[in-house]
């Protein structure tokens, strides 16, 4: 069995004449499973058998190895299936899972929008001298197909801010690194609204506009002048939000 090689002996879980019921043990299962998650001795998809075969395995009661169990799978390390073709497996990752949990974690402990911003235009400007590099057939058209669909949406402010923002997500998932759209997701349901606070009607033809060059420097495979680009998007759309915070005057465009 798979859990057999993560007990050595010698080990206070290698004893299967004993039985624990502290939460101690409970902790040292969860360590011992994550600790082989990451030494890759376990992988997606294995199986690890019954509840029943782990609290036997590691020599503790069953109550000891729900409980560990349990912290497993609200980890996201395990996936517990009921039924005659149940057990516990390894789970499958999701990177959309991270992201969420991510900008919950960011959101309790009070990140401001200004450390999220310094972070995002590192992240996108490193995305979009990715996506120059790396961006398939399939990723320009979905490019240009949103900055055509926001083309049609000027006149519906929040329609434009979502459409916007997929072109900005796209952007990074044209970079093809998982962890730098993982990231922005993260950022996205931190700091991205549905609703643009601006009145200004001229401010969507010119995000338009640079998200047109941005595109073009993509399909050029310009790496350094995409990430230029956007790393001056952002920074206005930094500056702007100062100055909304502030409440000065502030007349720089290119919010998204």
Known sequence: M???????????????????????????????????LFDRKL???????????????????????????????AMGIVEIRVGARGGVRIATGNLDRIADAMAIQLNLVGVSSQEILQVQKSIERTAAEMAAINANEKDL???KSLLDEADGLLLDRSAFTRSSREFHLAIADASHNRVLAMQLRACRFVIWSDNNG?????????????HREIYEKIKAGDSEGAGKIMYQHLDHIDQRRRALDTGTNGSVSGIC
């Open 141 to 143: 058209d979905r490019l």
């Open 198 to 210: 601006t009145s200004s009607p001229n401010i969507p033809e010119r995000v338009i506009g640079i």
């Open 43 to 73: 992988n997606p998809g294995d199986f690890l058998g019954s509840e029943k075969d782990i609290a036997k395995e590691f020599g503790v009661s069953r109550m000891t190895a729900r409980d560990a169990l349990r912290t497993l799978e």
């Open 2 to 36: 798979i859990l057999a090689s993560l007990i050595s002996d010698g080990d206070d879980l290698a004893n299967p004449g004993r039985t624990y019921e502290t939460s101690t043990f409970s902790s040292k299962i969860v360590s011992r499973i994550r600790e082989a």
